[in-house]
């Protein structure tokens, strides 16, 4: 059964972050270059990407680990499934350049 969600898992973790690449940036748009117009923002699409953003890097390890290590396991027998370990690890590296390059800390996002 995990041979079949494998695939959907991994897109699903691509496509949760590139949302988070997107909120990343407008979160930090509207917090630095153009902190007057956070109030407009609030009530838009932007506070539910916002919050994809933050879920999805709270829970990260619980997303992104399983397929990791699965398809790892996987990949024993069958070589293509390195491909998901590498996505997902893409993923995850992703995430953590998107915090070293604007800083971000999930605890005074939130406040």
Do not use: H
């Amino acid at each position: 059964m995990f041979k079949r969600i494998l695939p959907g898992w991994t897109l699903l973790n691509i496509i949760l972050t590139l949302l988070s690449l997107v909120s990343a940036v407008i979160i930090y748009l509207t917090n630095t270059v153009f902190p007057s117009s956070q109030s407009l923002l609030e009530f838009t699409i932007v506070s539910l990407l916002n919050t994809v953003f933050l879920v999805y890097w709270t829970f990260w390890f619980l997303i992104a680990v399983p397929p990791i290590f699965g398809a790892l396991y996987l990949s024993r027998k069958e070589p293509d499934y390195y491909r998901f370990a590498v996505q997902n690890v893409a993923a995850v590296i992703v995430l953590y350049i998107m915090k070293i390059i604007f800083n971000f800390d999930i605890l005074d996002l939130t406040l």
